[in-house]
């Protein structure tokens, strides 16, 4: 998927692709291949209640059925593509027929679907599983491709474009457009097999009511803790799973995508370190899931079921938001399908004085959409600039912040707010007007600052065909006092595992290990919040080390052929650490800031070659400034404003300047990020 990102002013909390939340691996893996097999004539009725057979559709050369699933996201986004193939091909006779063998997906629901997604042609409710057992069905979209003679030519994915922790901009190749393609031009199919990825079929269970474990006494409790935050009505999981009838027809996918350890979203090596926020599932919880699963998932007494949670609706802040900032005056129109580019959108809360913020929470208009939302503020020029300017974030399961009375973060007057939103298309057009609420606190009564700093190495070059290729980033600069609150790696694709180190100068005891993500996947980019807070001083340095992936084996790597440097494109690079730390407050550092004395000639020079460079790599066009149109959207939004001094929409080299020599100053105040 096509990202954009800001190389100064990083994304935080950039989550789980929504896909992962729900589908599963290979289809075919215990399955005996149907290619070459007779399907039978069936009759099956539609959500309207009309019978359909295939005997109806004899004169059609050839016969596309296609398993679907109301609530599986990939047939969700798969919908409006499978209805524009039906049209397409419907001049060369071939015939689009849906399957729904969900045991959990009702006629309203097939209907509701249909309409969704513009489907004309027929779905057909397959009680009972008997069309998908014949066929060896298992996953939502699956397809089989008919010739006229109804024998199987085809058998799996609809294309390329989507896989488990992945998505392509576009789809490398069209496998059921090609299938249809080679039948018409009577050609036998190329690639006849191709593995489908998608949601099990929620088959018809036979529960044993005998068994010790069932959803009633056991099943219920561990979901409650461990998935409902997630999934249930309005929030962006994309089904419920807060009633037995909800959940019996996940069975089969839950089993799976806990084993495979990618539910509940969490990556970071247990052995080392404790997190406040981390999710993991006991052993005894996963194994009470597995026993459920194979025991037909049975129901029991539902009288032994835990009392509901009461989940707030509103705001989940410790009482009423001080202000609401919205990030416009109307709603952003998210796409039915596609990838819709990250968003950024600029408000003013006209601050007229200095702000402590102990307090925020973004909360969605539209939570089925927003992937992530993540607010930064823009401090004014005039204004010294600690750190990153990163106010919080939502994300699903995550949406505020609210901090001990003795800490907060400092928002100057004058700034401004950026909103970076990242929505996922649902297969039908939706609305999101997304705000956030803040909380005050009196500066009188803060005694730490929150900053977000970095450990980064932007100098790197990934060789082509090269995996496991090593890079490192140290920092060993803190201010006076600090303590790392959270750690959050951020890298690109090609990332494939993070682990940062503290080491204490002159000690002989070694390093520490702070954080571990052995397995690092670009869709879920947690913050690692610690569970005790790890103090700064002392001499101590951070130590990062990243390894990456530019193999063939890389199933998600753009290009493995070409030599992979910084920027902010997913099929470029990055190596950065976010670090989360307070600092005691200090009532006249941002003053000191201001008058702070002469930078030594060593500081100039690397800002003037801080400045070139920054011209070098914007300006397109060769005429020595840069235009805002030049720029990726992350910077537009965030740093064009800083570094245009006079506003006219144009970077000098001597505004470049100004802007690197400020930058430097901060730093060496132990504000810069």
């Known amino acids: 998927m096509h990202y ?71 047939a969700k986004l798969y919908g409006p593509r499978l209805a524009r193939l039906a049209d397409e091909f419907a001049k060369a006779d071939v015939a689009f027929v849906g399957i729904n ?157 806990i084993e495979e350890q990618r539910m509940p979203p969490w990556h970071a090596n247990p052995q080392h370190g404790r997190f406040k926020n981390e999710r993991l599932m006991t052993d005894d919880e996963k194994q009470i899931i597995y026993e459920w699963v194979a025991s037909g998932a049975p129901q029991g007494d539902p009288t032994q079921l835990p009392e509901p949670i009461e989940y707030v609706t509103g705001w989940r802040l410790s009482r009423e938001p001080e202000m609401i900032v919205a990030m416009r005056d109307r709603s952003f129109v998210v796409p039915a399908e596609g990838t819709v580019e990250y968003q950024y959108f600029i408000v003013d809360p ?135 609150q959270a750690i959050a790696p951020h890298m690109h694709v090609r990332g494939r595992s993070f682990r940062v180190d503290a080491v204490q100068a002159g000690s002989n005891e070694g390093s520490q290990v702070l954080l571990d993500v052995p397995n690092y996947d670009f869709n879920w980019q947690h913050a690692y919040a610690l569970a005790e807070p790890f103090s700064l001083d002392g001499g101590l340095r951070l130590e990062c080390t990243a390894l990456f992936d530019n193999s063939e084996r890389n199933l998600v790597n753009p290009d493995p052929s070409i030599t992979v440097r910084w920027g902010d494109q997913t099929w470029e690079e990055m190596m950065i650490a976010f670090l989360e730390v307070s600092i005691p407050v200090d009532r006249d550092r941002h003053r000191r800031q201001r008058e702070s004395p002469p930078l030594s000639q060593a500081q100039q020079v690397a800002a003037e070659q801080t400045a070139e460079a920054l011209i070098s790599r914007f300006d397109s066009d060769g005429d020595g400034v840069v235009r805002r149109e030049e720029t990726p959207k992350a910077f537009a939004a965030f740093a064009f404003g800083r570094i245009d001094k006079n506003g006219d929409k144009i970077i000098t080299i001597d505004e470049a300047r100004t802007a690197s020599l400020q930058s430097v100053r901060d730093k060496a105040n132990g504000s810069g990020s």
């Open 101 to 257: 063998s969900n045991t959990h997906d009702s006629n309203s629901e097939i209907a509701a679907y249909a309409q969704r997604h513009n489907l004309d042609f027929p779905i057909l409710k397959d009680l009972g599983n008997h069309v998908a057992d014949a066929l060896g069905a298992k996953r939502t979209p699956e397809v089989f491709v008919l010739d006229q003679d109804r024998i199987v030519r085809y058998w799996g994915r609809i294309d390329d474009q989507y896989g488990v922790g992945y998505v392509r901009d576009e789809p490398t190749r069209h496998d059921l457009r090609v299938a249809i393609e080679e039948l018409l031009s009577d050609r036998p199919v190329s690639q006849p097999v191709r593995a489908a990825v998608g949601c099990h079929i929620g088959r018809v269970k036979t529960p044993n009511e005998s068994a010790a474990i069932t959803y009633s006494n056991q099943v219920a409790r561990i979901l409650q803790r461990q998935c409902v935050e997630c999934h249930r009505p309005g929030e962006i999981a994309p089904f419920s799973l807060t009633s037995y009838d909800e959940v019996v027809g996940w069975a089969d996918t839950i089993a799976e995508v």
């Open 4 to 74: 954009r990102y800001d190389p100064n002013i990083r994304s935080l909390f950039i989550v789980s692709l929504f896909l992962s939340l729900s589908c599963g691996g290979v289809a075919h893996g215990d399955s005996p291949s149907p290619i070459g097999r007779r399907v039978e004539e069936f009759q099956l009725k539609d959500f309207r209640g009309k019978t359909h057979s295939l005997g109806d559709l004899r004169d059609k050369r050839l016969v596309v059925l296609a398993f679907l699933g109301t609530e599986c996201p990939l």
């Open 350 to 484: 006209k601050f007229t004085e200095d702000k402590w913020i102990r307090g925020a929470e973004v909360l969605p208009g539209n939570r089925s959409v927003v992937h992530h939302a993540i607010v930064f503020f823009r401090a004014p020029e005039e204004s010294s600039r600690d750190g990153l300017g990163w106010l919080t974030a939502y994300v699903p399961g995550q949406s505020s912040f609210e901090l001990p009375a003795h800490q907060a973060r400092y928002v100057p007057a004058g700034s401004k707010f950026v909103f970076q939103m990242h929505y996922t298309p649902t297969g039908s057009p939706e609305e999101d007007l997304t705000r956030v609420g803040l909380l005050f606190s009196d500066a009188a009564e803060v005694s730490e600052e929150l900053l977000t700093l970095v450990a980064i190495n932007h100098d790197f070059e990934i060789p082509p065909y090269t995996a496991g290729f090593p890079i490192h980033a140290t920092r060993s600069e803190f201010p006076r006092g600090a303590k790392l």
